[in-house]
């Protein structure tokens, strides 16, 4: 596809914002699991912080072309800061955006756009992943307001966020109907990060357990209608899959970036790597493969900024980047070699930070489910 001025000048902004303040500490951040702070504020001053959200609402009202093409940059130099900022544009910010009413979207939606305040997604629960309609977070009604408890799993920036989107059961006998969606300040009493997960990967990204203990929120906090939950997170996650897609194929380019530049600077057997025709078609598949995942995002990015529907699409891009993704980065290890394998490299990180790409925001069986569901339907 070709990418317009406008596009290709959204893209060099967010690759020169990560060569100038991500690239330089990205391994200090990793080796010693640090918050990358410097970096997200630098994404909110140039706007990555609320790419989706209209200039009324504070935002920089790019669409989800933009997203993707910035997401793709920022994953090359880190996978751990592309993870914060894609859950706060797409799963924090745009709820918001499309449920919220004028008074949640003044108080919440306009400090997350600037970028001033983060925010997190709850849905998933330890007994409930997948099946993200078998949550058992419960919100109870009293007067004006409404009471959480429950526990909320894998929550990425759960320590650090000051906003989450929390989901909760309001009625207990109805599964998918009996959920609704609330927003949550962190600093309310009874959010309490209970945990903070030991994970493979993406270091400087924390996932942290949430336990909800009597966190009493006003009533007038509860985005969208009562009941209407799980389809609020289901398509949410359908632009959020984008993100993952974009953060998948950003890790791996950057795989083959130094893959190409090892083959054409190390000999073996008098001959560049890349002269060996064993390495010079694992690089042929590795890009084709890559460019391909590239045209399956671009256009569910560009369905889903025609406001088409795109479910079967964003599964699509997601399940294909992301196995895609770590075939590349897998492959990029074995064109090193031993190399690879060490920690003094970055693909050992790369390889690392890209696996849970298949995993998180539904797995790629999840996708394929999805899109087998579409396939009938069509
Ligand atoms: C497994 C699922 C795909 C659900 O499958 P089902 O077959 O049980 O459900 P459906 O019949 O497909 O849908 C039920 C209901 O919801 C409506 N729906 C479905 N998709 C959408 C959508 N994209 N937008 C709006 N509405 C939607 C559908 O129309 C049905 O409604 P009606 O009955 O027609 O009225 C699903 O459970 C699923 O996707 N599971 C995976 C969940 C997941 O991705 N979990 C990971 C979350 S990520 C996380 O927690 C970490 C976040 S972070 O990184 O911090």
């Known amino acids: 596809m070709l990418l317009t001025e406008e596009y290709l000048l959204v893209q060099e902004t967010a690759r020169s914002l990560a060569d100038k303040v991500i690239r330089p500490h990205v391994e200090e951040w990793e080796k010693h699991k640090i918050f990358?702070?410097?970096?997200?504020?630098?994404?909110?001053?140039?706007?990555?912080?609320?790419?989706?959200?209209?200039?009324?609402?504070?935002?920089?009202?790019?669409?989800?072309?933009?997203f993707v093409l910035s997401i793709i940059e920022i994953a090359k130099a880190s996978g751990s800061v592309s993870t914060i900022m894609s859950v706060h544009n797409s799963l924090a910010c745009a709820p918001i955006l499309k449920f919220g009413t004028k008074a949640q979207q003044e108080q919440f939606l306009m400090p997350l756009a600037r970028g001033e305040k983060l925010g997190a997604f709850c849905l998933s629960e330890p007994q409930a992943g997948s099946d993200a309609a078998n949550c058992q977070t419960h919100a109870s009604h009293h007067g004006d307001t409404f009471v959480l408890n429950g526990v909320k799993q894998f929550v990425t920036s759960g320590q650090h966020a000051d906003i989450a989107i929390i989901f909760a059961r309001t009625d207990k006998a109805a599964k998918q109907g009996g959920l609704s969606a609330f927003i949550v300040p962190t600093n309310t009493p009874g959010y309490q990060v209970a945990k903070l997960e030991n994970k493979m990967g993406q270091h400087a990204s924390e996932i942290a357990q949430i336990v909800l203990e009597d966190c009493r929120i006003p009533a007038a906090y509860m985005l969208g209608n009562l009941g209407e939950g799980y389809k609020i997170a289901l398509g949410n996650l359908e632009g959020g899959r984008l993100g993952i897609a974009a953060q998948a194929i950003g890790m791996a380019e950057e795989a083959l970036r130094l893959s190409m530049q090892y083959a054409k600077e190390r000999k073996t057997f008098d001959h560049f790597l890349y002269q060996h025709q064993a390495i010079g078609f694992k690089l042929a598949d590795m890009a084709t493969q890559l460019e391909a995942a590239k045209q399956l995002l671009y256009h569910a990015a560009l369905l889903r900024d025609a406001n088409r529907p795109c479910l079967k699409e964003a599964s699509m891009a997601k399940l294909f980047a992301s196995e895609v993704a770590e075939k590349v980065c897998r492959e990029a290890i074995q064109i090193y070699g031993g190399y690879g394998y060490l920690q003094d490299f970055p693909l050992e990180r790369l390889y690392r930070d890209v696996r849970v790409a298949m995993i998180y925001e539904g797995t790629s069986e999840i996708q394929r489910y999805i899109i087998s569901k579409e396939l009938i339907k069509d």
Do not use: C, K, Y
């Open 36 to 66: 990358p702070r410097p970096a997200i504020d630098a994404l909110a001053q140039a706007g990555f912080m609320g790419m989706l959200v209209p200039e009324q609402f504070a935002g920089s009202q790019s669409d989800h072309l933009a």
